[in-house]
């Protein structure tokens, strides 16, 4: 019956020493004909030289056919039957058994750690051959060849003897080795298969594990990007619509201002969330030309926004100005928006100074506010704590420095330093 489809047959359960119920099979059949010959050889020894009755040439078949049946341990001890075969050689018998048990000594014993055992074994086998055969034609009662009578010369009995033993010896050895080679190289093939698989299996978890990470980086990346983008865009309009809500009733010209730059603010936030969800990348296109609107060239309109929204903000450019990558112009704009965005979430009132320098490092950018004006409303701004984060992931990644932290006077700081090597040196600005 077979399995139904989807299921695999039960594994078959080894006899024994038999890894296959069909090799047991073989095995049982090779002792019951090699015990045959051996018994009969045996018994036919005994009976016809020795002449010791017949009780004791049936005890001759019998220990004959036992030794013949030692062919099923071959698989399990290959020495045992190659032993057997060397004790009836002597008496004309035990061929099959002698060539079956030399096959398997070769082919199961290890070449070449074992190589010792089994050229011993078949050595001795070899001349044991060789006086089996000299013995039954010198045997006593036949005439001695003699060339004066047309007989065969001696030279020509030692001969035929010796192709008698390598007949008998070479090739199930020379067999057996090839088949036990062929074998190792099979399970050789098998382990590498196996190992192989394994690699693959592990590289593919790697690969997964990779995509997931790069996965998490993309979403990473984004967010600090959506981050950028909206945190300052809509704390602009925040505090523009707060200043809106105060003045509509008292100076409707200015309330009309306001609300202009609210709209204002609010279309450069969907241009720049729509170039970022349309492209999903930090720089441009290899090769585009033109300055970016958020490179260090944007950071007197960032300041001007500021001015707009009521903060007093200065701006301060020192030293030679040079062009840098554009993600490195990129991520200097961002770091001087998060940190106007700090001030405006939580230093409402306070002097805010905004520092570009161009030192022989590199660019520095700092963006320090002063301490918080109490008598000053402060606007309700959520704060989500990632943004630092993310602009120090940015310097750090560009391989710059990033620092962040209160001042003595109770101000607060924002300050990164990118490194000189990301500067464009065919390029300079007067």
């Known amino acids: 019956m077979s399995n139904p489809p989807g299921e695999t047959a039960p594994p078959v359960r080894p006899l024994w020493w038999w890894k296959r119920r069909r090799s047991a099979f073989l095995d049982v059949g090779l002792a019951a004909l090699a015990g045959l010959e051996c018994g009969f050889g045996a018994y036919r020894f005994v009976g016809d030289r020795l002449g010791m009755g017949l009780p004791m040439a049936v005890l001759a078949l019998v220990v004959g056919v036992l030794a013949g049946a030692s062919l099923v341990v071959?698989?399990?001890?290959?020495?045992?039957?190659?032993?057997?075969?060397?004790?009836?050689?002597?008496?004309?018998?035990?061929?099959?058994?002698?060539?079956?048990?030399?096959?398997?000594?070769?082919?199961?014993w290890e070449w070449p750690s074992r190589r010792r055992r089994v050229v011993a074994l078949s050595g001795l086998a070899f001349v044991e051959s060789v006086g089996m055969v000299l013995t039954a034609l010198l045997a006593p009662g036949r005439p001695v060849p003699s060339p004066e009578v047309g007989g065969p010369p001696m030279w020509g009995l030692v001969m035929l003897a010796v192709l008698v033993g390598v007949a008998l010896t070479v090739p199930p050895v020379v067999t057996g080795l090839y088949v036990g080679a062929k074998r190792r190289l099979v399970e050789s093939l098998k382990d590498r298969a196996h190992g192989l698989e394994t690699e693959l299996d592990l590289l593919a978890e790697q690969a997964q594990e990779r995509a997931r990470r790069a996965r998490l980086e993309e979403r990473t990346r984004i967010a600090r990007e959506m981050h950028d983008v909206v945190a300052h865009r809509v704390s602009l309009m925040v505090v523009h619509a707060g200043a809106l809500e105060r003045i509509v009733a008292k100076d409707p010209q200015k309330a009309a201002q306001s609300a202009k730059l609210v709209a204002e603010v609010g279309r450069q936030a969907l241009d720049?969330?729509?170039?970022?969800?349309?492209?999903?990348?930090?720089?441009?296109?290899?090769?585009?030309?033109?300055?970016?609107?958020?490179?260090?060239?944007?950071?007197?309109?960032?300041?001007?926004?500021?001015?707009?929204?009521?903060m007093a903000v200065t701006f301060t450019v020192s030293g030679a100005r040079r062009a840098f990558s554009a993600e490195a112009e990129r991520t200097a704009f961002r770091v001087v928006q998060e940190g106007l965005t700090n001030a405006h979430k939580h230093a409402g009132g306070a002097l805010v100074a905004v520092l570009l320098a161009y030192v022989p490092n590199g660019v520095r950018v700092a963006v320090v506010n002063g301490c918080p004006v109490a008598a000053v409303e402060r606007v309700g701004l959520p704060s989500g704590g990632n943004g630092l984060v993310g602009?120090?992931?940015?310097?750090?990644?560009?391989?710059?420095?990033?620092?962040?932290g209160p001042e003595c006077d109770g101000g607060f700081r924002v300050e990164a330093v990118l490194p000189s090597r990301l500067a464009l040196q065919s390029e300079r600005l007067g």
């Open 74 to 108: 071959r698989r399990r001890w290959p020495a045992v039957p190659v032993l057997m075969a060397l004790l009836f050689l002597p008496g004309l018998s035990g061929v099959i058994l002698l060539m079956v048990s030399l096959y398997t000594l070769a082919a199961t």
């Open 391 to 404: 602009m120090r992931e940015r310097v750090v990644a560009l391989g710059g420095t990033f620092r962040a």
């Open 272 to 310: 720049e969330l729509r170039e970022i969800l349309g492209v999903l990348r930090m720089a441009e296109e290899p090769g585009a030309g033109g300055e970016q609107p958020d490179g260090l060239s944007g950071l007197p309109g960032l300041v001007d926004q500021s001015k707009a929204a009521g």
